[in-house]
């Protein structure tokens, strides 16, 4: 099929259920084609029931693929210079951790308004215009003075803009494209861009510091990319029909008020089940991104192995290799987990929680062992991370899964949404900032033994943390095929009550049953 094939055209940007409208004034061939659609003789049609060709659906995630290691690429750029930040401005640790706090927290709050919009009207030309606020927003936090550290937290939080406008919609466009098997292997395909952008985010940061000299030029590299992105976005993706994959196109499941959505996930035990654990992910991984660099950089200087910083160019070597570590740490995480996963699956129906919990609960001692030896051998340190990044890693494209096939398709941008607000408010919202006080709390003097110790002790907190998320996954694994089993089976609109009458007496029927 061509992608001018005119039965896969992408949805206006007010996208609603206007087809019976339409319908009236459809020619007789239009009619003739669509009942042979409904009665299964239209072969091509039947090819792409989302209306996208499976050759552009390819294109698509590729796009969205880009776009996301984008994001998670410009995220830690500025935790992979960090020790020239803190020189720079001349700010402490609970300072430093407020960069990552305020981009989160903007995250967070904006996500649940994308995720109703997402829900409601065009996918496609929403993220085109977060993504181009975004590329601005970063471009201008590039040209930040000395002075003017407050100018550098506003611009940071208002890239959050961007990336809420995105991450609450990708991966349900993702879901309205694929089913079963194949959309976990997208999905795993499209989370494969976290850690590794991630780990991107370091290596282009460090290297462009030590290029340039300057650390601004390193945040200057992702807005150039962005534009890109955004072109893309233009001429590749297309709107898919919601639903339609799974045989419950969107036009026969209703949309019911954002209250009543809130109100449906609230219930669904599997899904606030698995976003606390998923909010213990992020908690870890929020702490480790922003302070694991300058964690290995202090415990190089208190063995010795480095000179200490003392100037706005510091040595960033230790955010290349862990940058590195990241992108290879959380390949194998990402892939190990869906594949074990998809195999457990056939012997399990809980299979999927089950190896999230699995991956939580073997990170935690490896964590603890990574923070405890850096004073005795970096080495050990850099091989017990990258165990216990790898099983940190195996969550990403799992918990996307659950959140897809226990929610239905026309709340599943709010869920995303709700899911984003609840794992980065107790999640690593708070934990960079929390991390970098409990530092500053527990340091007796500015000795570069205190510098260490401090940032050691604080860090602690993520081994713990690790384990209650490895317990809320244990919880979903109780509930996972009721809920899975409640959202296959969902036919109920969920609209208000109206009162008619009925021989007589008054009754009340859904709006739905009225208004045909």
Known sequence: MSLADPSCDSA???SDDDDDDEGAGESEGGRRRRAAEEDGVGAAEGEC?????????GFIVAVLCYINLLNYMDRFTVAGVLPDIEQFFGIADGQSGLLQTVFICSYMFLAPIFGYLGDRYNRKFIMCGGITFWTLVTLASSYTPKDYFWALLLTRGLVGVGEASYSTIAPTIIADLFVNEKRTKMLSIFYFA?????GLGYIVGSKVDDLEQDWHWALRVTPALGLVAVLLLLIVVKEPKRGAVEARPEHSLQRTSWLVDIKALGKNRSFILSTLGFTAVAFVTGSLALWAPTFLLRAAVFTREKAPCVSENCDNSD??????????TG???VASGVALSGWLRKRNPRADPLVCAAGLLLAAPFLFLSIICAQGSIIATYVFIFFGETFLSMNWAIVADILLYVVVPTRRSTAEAFQIVLSHLFGDAGSPYLIGVVSDALRRSESYLWQFRSLQIS???CCFVAVLGGASFLATALFIEQDRDLAEQYTHSGDEPIVVPKRGRSTKVPVSSVLI
């Open 49 to 57: 029931p989302s209306g996208v060709s499976p050759r552009r659906a």
């Open 319 to 328: 955010s290349l290799y862990f940058g590195v570590i990241t992108c290879v």
């Open 331 to 333: 390949f194998l995480g």
């Open 459 to 461: 860090l602690l907190l």
């Open 194 to 198: 976290i850690p590794v952008g991630s």
């Open 12 to 14: 206006p940007f007010f």
